[in-house]
């Protein structure tokens, strides 16, 4: 009985474990993420020599730290520099998990429209409140548009209604590119497979198809953590430029 295409993207419960009524089970999903949260504390611990003229592995590394910064840099300007260390792990985090996921057995975690939603609601949440602690109540000033008195309620209610799109927008996004990239790599590879069965030397083109749609799929992979932390920091120059809206 052939697999879903789907079948990839079920939590299964790898060890069960019960505090009274609490279940507190590690799935493929929980265990994904701590795998990758530790993959990369040691993959960039060994990585970076610190040499003054880079090599190997410190090159990539400072490749991606440089490309960090200037993106944060150019969204946010000098007064946004204090919360690169923030976006820089938001970037290489969601970056590993959309690169893990591409592994043979992996578990894409980003395809689970849940933990996107949580992720980005945790963020969007915590930049509304920023924007709160900085400018107080002037903060509402930007759900109030420049335009004529009667017209005013209808924008300031459409004007809160687009900054909580915002949140669902965010893990929609990154989680619908996942899942449609992972699924489509899976149906092509059952596709290759069964032309294989068929006569091998049909199995040239469809696997030719799969390749360029994997690299497609690792381009994806890299361009959404981009995608993530650009409008990440679009919407927390809202909060710490107000005066600039």
């Known amino acids: 009985m052939k697999m879903s295409p789907l079948s990839q993207f079920d939590v299964i419960s790898i060890i069960p474990f019960w505090i009274g009524n609490n279940e507190l089970t590690l799935s493929n999903l929980s265990l994904t993420v701590v ?3 530790i993959f990369g504390f040691i993959f960039f611990k060994a990585s970076y020599a610190g040499h003054l003229v880079p090599r190997s592995w410190q090159v990539v590394l400072e490749s991606i730290f440089m490309f960090a910064y200037r993106l944060v840099y150019q969204q946010l300007g000098k007064d946004g520099i204090m919360y690169f260390p923030f976006m820089f792990t ?6 590993m998990l ?4 591409m592994l043979p057995f992996s578990f894409a975690v980003t ?7 949580y992720f980005s609601l945790s963020i969007c949440l915590g930049i ?4 709160i602690l900085k400018h107080k109540i002037h903060f509402f000033k930007l759900f109030v548009l420049d335009v004529p008195l009667f017209l005013a309620p209808i924008m300031i209610i459409l004007e809160i209604l687009s900054y909580i799109i915002r949140t669902f927008s965010l893990a929609i996004r990154l989680s619908a590119n996942i899942l449609a990239g992972h699924t489509l790599v899976h149906i092509i590879a059952d596709f290759v497979v069964v032309m294989a069965n068929v006569k091998f030397l049909l199995v040239f083109l469809p696997f030719m198809l799969l390749l360029a749609i994997f690299v497609l799929e690792l381009g994806v992979a890299c361009l959404q953590a981009y995608i993530f932390v650009t409008l990440t920091c679009m919407y927390l120059n809202d909060s710490i430029h107000l005066a600039d809206h």
């Open 128 to 131: 509304f409140f920023l924007g």
């Open 35 to 37: 795998f990758v949260i």
């Open 111 to 117: 395809s689970h429209f849940v933990w996107t939603l």
């Open 90 to 95: 938001l970037f290489t985090f969601i970056l």
């Open 98 to 101: 959309n690169l893990f996921s």
